[in-house]
Each structure stands twice: as structure tokens, then as C-alpha cells.
């Protein structure tokens, strides 16, 4: 037998069942449920820095990108505001299109 004590996704019992295990689950509440989606949320980010080809990587920031649809439900937004956000935030700092590294800031 194996603890895992993670969020999982809708999928995982009937994956499960189909494998010919069972297993236990619960219904988190909201803040749980928050506080789960940001461990999922670092997890992912680490599977992503840990991935050594394109397929991998592709598969990762998808995971990532579900995490963030998750994240964004639990705060009351639609991907629509969620991008609206960004590009607000981009008019006023910028993006990453001139791959800038900054390397100290002077007085």
C-alpha cells in the first residue's frame, strides 16, 4: 500500500480501477483545495525545470497550464479577466521577448 496525499486529477479512481486498484479519496474545501493547487502548482514547475526534451517539456506546461485554470476558478476569475491582467501588467513592465538579465542596479 502507498500514501501519496496529493491532489489528484477527476480521472485518477476510474484510472485506478482500471489497473485493478482502489483507492481512498476526499473532497477538499475551498482553502484546502487552494492551498493543494499551489503545491501542484510548485511540483509542476519543478517537473518542468527537470525535463530534458520538447515532448517533456510540452506535457509539463500543459499540466501547468490546467493548474492554472484550476487556480484561476478558486479566485473567481475567467481566463478572459485572468489575461486581461497580463496584458495590463505587460503595457506597464514589459515581457520577456528581449530575454533581459539584469545584473545590479546602481545608486
Known amino acids: 500500500m502507498a500514501y ?3 491532489l ?3 480521472k485518477i479512481p ?3 480501477e482500471q489497473a485493478g486498484k482502489k483507492g481512498t479519496f476526499r473532497i477538499l474545501g475551498d482553502q484546502e483545495f487552494e492551498s493543494e493547487l499551489k503545491k501542484k502548482l510548485a511540483e509542476g514547475v519543478k517537473e518542468y525545470r527537470d525535463t530534458e526534451n520538447e515532448v517533456d517539456a510540452a506535457e509539463e506546461l500543459a499540466g501547468l497550464f ?3 485554470i484550476a487556480l484561476t476558478k478558486v ?3 475567467t481566463l478572459r479577466e ?3 491582467i497580463r496584458q ?3 503595457k506597464k513592465q ?3 521577448h528581449e530575454r533581459l538579465f539584469l545584473i545590479k542596479v546602481e545608486d
Do not use: P
Open 4 to 6: 501519496y496525499n496529493k
Open 94 to 96: 514589459g515581457r520577456f
Open 14 to 16: 476510474e484510472l485506478l
Open 8 to 10: 489528484v486529477r477527476d
Open 88 to 90: 495590463e501588467k505587460a
Open 66 to 68: 490546467e493548474i492554472l
Open 75 to 77: 479566485h473567481d476569475l
Open 82 to 84: 485572468l489575461d486581461e
